[in-house]
């Protein structure tokens, strides 16, 4: 995985919010999706981990968001936590995800990836957390994948030209989105390498061609 993208692990992150301002409208969900890489380079969606969360003190709610999603914020049911405690549960696992997989940091997979990024990194800035484990500006984003590879930018739309089934109910749950992605993205970098894309790091090239054939 750290040959295949220089280093970087991507991670599929889906945000939920009370707007569009990251500096001054609520996180209320955050999903993050680990992609895996079996030992033949196909990628793979793995474990999703998702948190509900509370609006941090003094966060704008705008109701045409709220309505567009179906959450309600102060709902009991939705076991929400505050900001520090949700990053920290999403971080960790990406962290160790990181390691394992010898990469040196994350970097963050979303559709319109600037928006996930940015309430991402405002979030952890209010919580005052040192160790985001996410590239400070580079991110992967798959509405411009999904643009070149499928003609098309729309998360359901994209998936379906994709061939992945898509519901128009489960949508808008960070979890959701964020699944759905993933499959998109592993499916696009999947099809790229099919086509015979990503072709072997230069050293490695020039190592294939001086070596003999069995045969000889």
């Known amino acids: 995985m750290a040959r295949r993208f220089r280093g970087f692990l991507p991670v599929v992150v889906d945000v939920e919010t009370g707007g569009f301002n990251s500096r001054t409208d609520a996180l209320l969900e955050v999903a993050a999706v680990l992609i895996t890489m079996d030992e033949d380079g196909w990628l793979q969606r793995g474990e999703t981990i998702s948190q509900h969360v ?22 009991e049911d ?34 319109n990836a600037t ?28 509405a411009t994948l999904a643009g070149l590879a499928y003609g098309h930018t729309v998360l359901a739309e994209a998936c379906k030209r994709a ?13 959701y989105d964020a699944e759905k992605t993933a499959d998109l993205f592993c499916g696009i970098v ?21 070596e003999k054939p069995d045969s000889e």
Not at 54 to 75: C, H, M, R, V, Y
Not at 91 to 109: E, M
Not at 163 to 175: N, V
């Open 54 to 75: 509370k609006p941090f003190e003094g966060a704008n709610l705008e109701q045409s968001a709220l309505d567009f999603t179906g959450i309600d914020p102060w709902a």
């Open 78 to 111: 939705r076991g929400a936590v505050d900001e520090t405690e949700a990053l920290r549960e999403v971080f960790n696992p990406i962290r160790k995800a990181v390691k394992s997989h010898d990469c040196k940091r994350a970097v963050l997979v979303g559709h």
């Open 115 to 142: 928006f996930d990024h940015n309430f991402v990194f405002a979030a952890a800035e209010r919580a005052d957390i040192k160790r985001n484990p996410f590239h400070p500006f580079s991110t992967f984003d798959t």
């Open 163 to 175: 061939g992945l089934e898509f519901s128009s109910r489960e949508a808008h749950s960070a979890a």
């Open 190 to 210: 999947n099809r790229w390498k099919a086509l015979g894309g990503f072709p072997l790091p230069q050293a490695e090239a020039d190592g294939a061609r001086t």
